[in-house]
């Protein structure tokens, strides 16, 4: 099982950016392909992005053309670049595999408010 720490989070005001990182536990995570979840406040965590091993993305389409996810397998690390931020985008924002995820973080809270 692969785990993760997500980090970048913040405040922010609609229509800015920001980018969050988080770093896999195991070296693994090269051969999976993996995801970033949110969970607003009341609802459900929803997958909003995800990247196969070889890099082939897919996005909710409330995200599409705003948010790009990518990876460094490297660095055992994956990204998510955010603009053009929205007040609905607020929540707190995990990652993990995609098929099967194993245990979740503590995730990354992100809120976009003027």
């Known amino acids: 099982q692969v785990q993760f720490v997500e980090s970048g989070g913040g405040l922010v005001q609609p229509g800015g950016s920001l980018r969050l990182s988080c770093v896999a536990s195991?070296?693994?995570?090269?051969?999976?392909?993996m995801g970033w979840y949110r969970q607003a406040p009341g609802k459900q965590r929803e997958l909003v992005a995800d990247?196969?091993?070889?890099?082939?993305?897919n996005y909710q389409d409330s995200v599409k053309g705003r948010f790009t996810i990518s990876r460094d397998n490297a660095k055992k690390t994956g990204y998510l670049q955010m603009n053009s931020l929205k007040p609905e985008d607020t929540a707190v924002y995990f990652c993990?595999?995609?098929?099967?995820?194993?245990?979740w973080g503590q995730g990354t809270q992100v809120t976009v408010s003027s």
């Open positions: 993990n595999t995609v098929a099967s995820p194993g245990s």
């Open positions: 195991r070296s693994i995570f090269r051969f999976l392909g």
């Open positions: 990247i196969t091993s070889s890099g082939s993305t």
